[in-house]
Nanobody, 126 residues
Framework: QVQLVESGGGLVQAGGSLRLSCAASGRTFSKAFMGWFRQAPGKEREFVAAISWSGDKISYADSVKGRFTISGDNAKNTVYLQMNSLKPEDTAVYYC???????????????????WGQGTQVTVSS
């Protein structure tokens, strides 16, 4: 089992920045990819970004490219999502997820991720 705890969400004005953190514990050696997803009210959970734990594979959703940066700190078993130039449409609950399977391509589908955090709310005001 892998336990994931997100932090760093909050309320920010459009154009502002936030950094989300996801601390992993438990069987941390079993995770191959870490990802961030988000879900707005009435919408499906959508992919935001993912990174291999080795750091050599990264993928972003088109909607956040150039504004968000995913990174990892192996020593702290923590993954970060730096979010800049935030827009009201970025408002959602953001979830951290871990995928225990090694893959050639970065996973972007929620069903491929085995473990999930509880989520952290990000609200961007206009």
């Amino acid at each position: 089992q892998v336990q994931l705890v997100e932090s760093g969400g909050g309320l920010v004005q459009a154009g502002g920045s936030l950094r989300l953190s996801c601390a992993a514990s438990g069987r941390t050696f079993s995770k191959a990819f870490m990802g961030w997803f988000r879900q707005a009210p009435g919408k499906e959970r959508e992919f935001v970004a993912a990174i291999s734990w080795s750091g050599d594979k990264i993928s972003y959703a088109d909607s956040v490219k150039g504004r968000f940066t995913i990174s990892g700190d192996n020593a702290k078993n923590t993954v970060y999502l730096q979010m800049n130039s935030l827009k009201p449409e970025d408002t959602a609950v953001y979830y951290c997820a871990a995928d225990g399977s090694w893959r050639v391509v970065v996973p972007t589908t929620p069903r491929l991720f085995n473990w999930w955090g509880q989520g952290t709310q990000v609200t961007v005001s206009s």
